[in-house]
C-alpha cells in the first residue's frame, strides 16, 4: 500500500512542478514562448474557436471575441487545479500520520486531501486540520508560499496584458484617423504630404514606435493575437496593411523632395521591419501566405487607382512605368504576408470596407 502512496505523492510533485514551470514561462519568462500547460491549452481552445469560420460573418466576429477572454481565464483556472491537485496527492499518503485532524479522527478521504490544500494553497489557514511532523509542516509552508506567489503572479500576468490592449487599440485608433478613417496607405501619405515636414515627421515616428511596441508585446504575451475586435480598423492585420501600403508608397511611387527627407528616411524601413517582423516571427503566418497573392493586373490596376489619388492630393510622383513595376515587386512580396496572417488569425479578407469599395 505504502508503494500506491509513494507514487501519489510523486505524481502530485509532478503535477506542483508542471504547474510552476508554466507560471515562471507564461509569466516571468513570457518570450521564451513555453509552457507546458499554457501552449497546449491555448492550441485546443484556438482549434475550438476555429470552427467558427463556418459562421456567417457578423456571427464569427462575435463569437471570436471571446477566444482571448477564454483562454485567460482557462490558463489561470489550470494553474489552480494543477496546484490544488498535485499538493493534494502529496497529501493524501499522509492523512492520518503527518497530517492530521486537530481533533478526534482524521478523514483519511481524496476529499480531506483536497480541502487541506484547498486552504493552504489559498492561505485561509483554517486549522481543523494539521501537518503534525516536520517534513508536512514544511511542505504546508511551501505551498503557502507558491499559492502567495502564484495568485500575485497571476494579478501581473492579468494586469501587463489587459493594459497592453488599450495601447494597441489606441495606436490602431490614430492610425484609422490618419488614413481619413479608411484604413488605406494612400489616404496616410496624402496626410503626411499635406501636413508639411514636422507633423509627418512626429507621425511617422509615433507609427515606427507604435508597431515596435506591437511587436514586443505580442512576443512576449502571445495570448494578444487572440483578441479579436468587431472593427476593422482594431484588426492586427488592417494595422499592418494600412502601414505595408503607406511604406510601400513612399518607397515606389511618391518622388520625394530633397525638402521632405522625412518621407524617406531610416524610419520608413523601421515600420517595414516590424511589419515583417509581425507577419513573420511573432504569429509566424508565413505557412499561409501562399493564399494570399494578388494577380499582378489586379494589384496595377490598384496602384493606378492610387497613382491617380496621390496627383489629386497634390503629391509629386514618379515614372508611371517605373513607379507600377517597383510597386508590384513590393506587393508581390508583402499581400500574400499580411492576407496570410489574416487567414490565421481568421479575419476576413481583404477587410469588410475595402470589399464595399470595391464593388
Not at 71 to 81: D, K, N, P, R, S
Not at 299 to 309: I, K, M, T, Y
Amino acid at each position: 500500500m505504502w508503494v500506491i502512496g509513494v507514487l501519489v505523492a510523486l505524481a502530485g510533485a509532478l503535477l506542483v512542478g508542471v504547474a510552476t514551470a508554466d507560471v515562471f514561462y507564461t509569466v516571468l519568462f513570457p518570450a521564451s514562448g513555453r509552457g507546458p500547460v499554457r501552449r497546449p491549452l491555448s492550441r485546443g481552445i484556438d482549434a475550438v474557436f476555429r470552427q467558427s469560420r463556418r459562421l456567417p460573418r457578423r456571427h464569427r466576429a462575435t463569437v471570436l471575441a471571446y477566444t482571448g477572454p477564454t483562454q485567460v481565464a482557462a490558463t489561470l483556472v489550470a494553474w489552480f487545479v494543477l496546484l490544488l491537485v498535485g499538493w493534494a496527492a502529496v497529501y493524501w499518503p499522509a492523512l492520518g500520520d503527518g497530517v492530521a485532524a486537530a481533533s478526534g479522527q482524521t478523514d483519511d478521504s481524496w476529499g480531506t486531501a483536497m480541502y487541506f490544500s484547498g486552504y493552504t494553497l489559498t492561505t485561509l489557514g483554517l486549522g481543523d486540520v494539521v501537518a503534525v511532523t516536520p517534513l508536512y509542516r514544511a511542505l504546508t509552508v511551501a505551498e503557502a508560499a507558491s499559492g502567495f506567489v502564484t495568485f500575485t503572479l497571476v494579478i501581473s500576468y492579468f494586469v501587463s496584458v489587459y493594459t497592453t490592449l488599450p495601447t494597441r487599440n489606441a495606436f490602431a485608433l490614430s492610425l484609422h484617423q490618419l488614413s481619413g478613417e479608411t484604413g488605406r496607405g494612400v489616404e496616410v501619405v496624402g496626410a503626411l504630404w499635406r501636413e508639411g515636414p514636422m507633423a509627418a515627421a512626429v507621425h511617422l515616428t509615433e507609427l515606427a514606435a507604435g508597431l515596435r511596441r506591437l511587436v514586443q508585446t505580442h512576443a512576449s504575451y502571445p495570448v494578444l493575437q487572440s483578441f479579436h475586435y468587431r472593427n476593422d480598423y482594431d484588426a492586427l492585420p488592417r494595422i499592418l496593411q494600412t502601414c505595408w501600403e503607406s511604406v510601400a508608397l513612399l518607397k515606389t511611387t511618391v518622388e520625394v523632395p530633397p525638402t521632405r527627407p522625412e518621407l524617406a528616411g531610416i524610419t520608413l524601413h523601421e515600420v517595414e521591419n516590424s511589419v515583417f517582423a509581425m507577419c513573420t516571427r511573432v504569429v509566424r503566418a508565413r505557412k499561409d501566405a501562399a493564399i494570399g497573392a494578388v494577380p499582378d493586373r489586379v494589384a496595377a490596376q490598384r496602384h493606378a487607382e492610387v497613382l491617380a489619388q496621390l496627383k489629386a492630393f497634390g503629391v509629386p510622383t514618379r515614372d508611371a512605368a517605373n513607379a507600377t513595376e517597383d510597386y508590384l515587386t513590393a506587393s508581390a512580396e508583402w499581400d500574400p504576408l499580411v492576407a496570410g496572417l489574416a487567414e490565421h488569425l481568421l479575419y476576413p479578407w481583404p477587410p469588410q470596407s475595402e470589399r464595399q469599395d470595391s464593388r
